[in-house]
């Protein structure tokens, strides 16, 4: 069966109960696209839209057939992409005047601007089967029906976000996406029972467990945290203050939701097999899915059903998956390829160093050389220690130039923020 993108606002519409006042509001938005000239296959960027406004947005794009692109900030997305952008009151404006429709998208749902958690950002398509696929995942590892109230207090404009939410909303579940401006005014939707299930990072969890529980508050059936590792720590945190252990998800951008459960990353949800590594044995995470994976947008790489996920993981013989840690690609660096994998590994083993985040831009003095650089995250590590580090590095493996921080800079759902993370090293530069 080949589906379309109008008929996923048409599955959504179609759905009981009537979520967030859709059908209004699509229509209404609709109209606009039209007016501003929106055409079948167009690529529309939503300008820093929050919560319900994606989720507006993207189906009234669906609905004339052209394809969201939700992003955080306009800066986000790569000029000249877009034909047209959503802002945030809904209104449509003309992105650049003339721009091509790019090819390729007919079977594409949404593009997503990658993190660049583990590397440069990369524009991501999904596609409508791989959407609908996501859907019944979650609906099936959740058990998700038209009586939950679907909780999502983080981001649409990431894959987390946007997965639980439009997943919700293509089972027929109420979905409330105002997203999280003071954790303690979630925490009283809980507990007044205006959820039965919600959706989190683990920062946004943690944030939530440190709320004050009011007497006589209801329990949640189901807490889902995904984008990030649970601590045992944040599980029974979370646990003592809503009286509901966390349940665990894992996905990628690339793929949408792959995994739910209570412990490690949990099992495959149903559309997703684990092909390597074999139960009892570690490695690879690499699936099998029902749905292709379309890639990434200036990729030549045809669609794939195959993904090797870069992580690595142990596969426990009762079918459970536990990750172990990230396969750092390899950075290049002038034309060259480094061992970016060992040099971070190495790194993060000083004493002091919490995390370590590696990065190549082009040196301050001259453009057209690139400088590789490390920003190291830790309370005041040990110096001698680091410097010994650098200086037992392969002959091959290039010096970076150090940049230290007391922690990370983060996003909103708690994962490396590139931007930030750049600004650190120009002022480090500086």
Not at 114 to 135: D, F, H, N, Q, Y
Not at 240 to 259: D, K, P
Not at 396 to 417: E, F, N, T
Request: glycine fraction near 10%; charged fraction near 20%; aromatic fraction near 4%.
């Amino acid at each position: 069966m080949t589906f379309t993108r109008p008929a996923l606002t048409a599955r959504i519409l179609g759905r009981a109960p009537q979520p967030i006042g859709l059908q209004e509001r699509c229509g209404a938005l609709g109209q606009r696209l039209t007016e501003a000239g929106v055409r079948a296959g167009d690529v529309v960027m939503l300008d820093d839209l929050r919560g319900e406004g994606v989720a507006v947005a993207a189906m009234a794009l669906w609905s004339r057939d052209a394809i969201p692109l939700p992003c955080l900030r306009s800066s986000d997305a790569p000029s000249g992409l877009a034909s047209f952008r959503i802002e945030a009151d809904l209104t449509v404006h003309a992105a650049r005047s003339g721009q091509p429709v790019p090819e390729g998208l007919g079977t594409t749902a949404v593009l997503h601007v990658s993190s660049g958690s583990t590397g440069r950002p990369k524009v991501v398509r999904r596609g409508i089967a791989s959407v609908l696929m996501e859907a019944d995942g979650y609906q099936d590892g959740l058990s998700l029906s038209q009586e939950d109230r679907l909780l999502v207090p983080i981001p649409l404009a990431h894959s987390l976000g946007w997965g639980t939410a439009m997943s919700g909303l293509l089972s027929g579940c109420a979905v409330d996406a105002q997203p999280m401006v003071r954790p303690s005014a979630v925490a009283r939707k809980i507990d007044s029972g205006a959820a039965t299930v919600v959706a989190l990072t683990p920062l946004a969890a943690r944030l939530l467990a440190g709320t004050t529980r009011h007497p006589g508050g209801r329990v949640l059936r189901c807490a889902f945290v995904g984008a990030g590792a649970v601590s045992d720590q944040l599980d029974e945190e979370f646990g003592a203050r809503f009286g509901v252990q966390l349940t665990r998800g894992y996905g990628a951008s690339e793929t949408g939701g792959t995994f739910i459960g209570n412990r490690g990353i949990g099992r495959p949800v149903s559309g997703v097999k684990v092909v390597h590594p074999l139960p009892g044995h570690s490695g690879e995470l690499q699936l099998q899915l029902d749905a292709p994976v379309e890639g990434y947008l200036d990729s030549t790489e045809p669609p794939s059903c195959t993904w090797h996920t870069g992580d690595l993981v142990h596969h426990d013989a009762d079918g459970v998956v536990r990750f172990l840690e990230r396969l750092r690609p390899a950075i290049r660096l002038n034309d060259r390829f480094i061992d970016a994998y060992h040099l971070e590994r190495v790194l993060r083993g000083v004493n002091g160093v919490e995390a370590v985040h590696l990065l190549t831009t082009a040196s301050p003095d001259r453009p057209e050389v690139e400088r590789l650089y490390a920003v190291v995250a830790g309370v005041d590590p040990n110096a001698a220690e680091l410097e010994a580090c650098l200086a037992s590095l392969p002959d091959d493996v290039p010096i970076p130039r150090i940049i230290r921080c007391d922690s990370l800079p983060s996003d909103a759902v708690g994962k490396p923020d590139r931007q930030k993370i750049i600004a650190l090293v120009r002022a480090g530069d500086a």
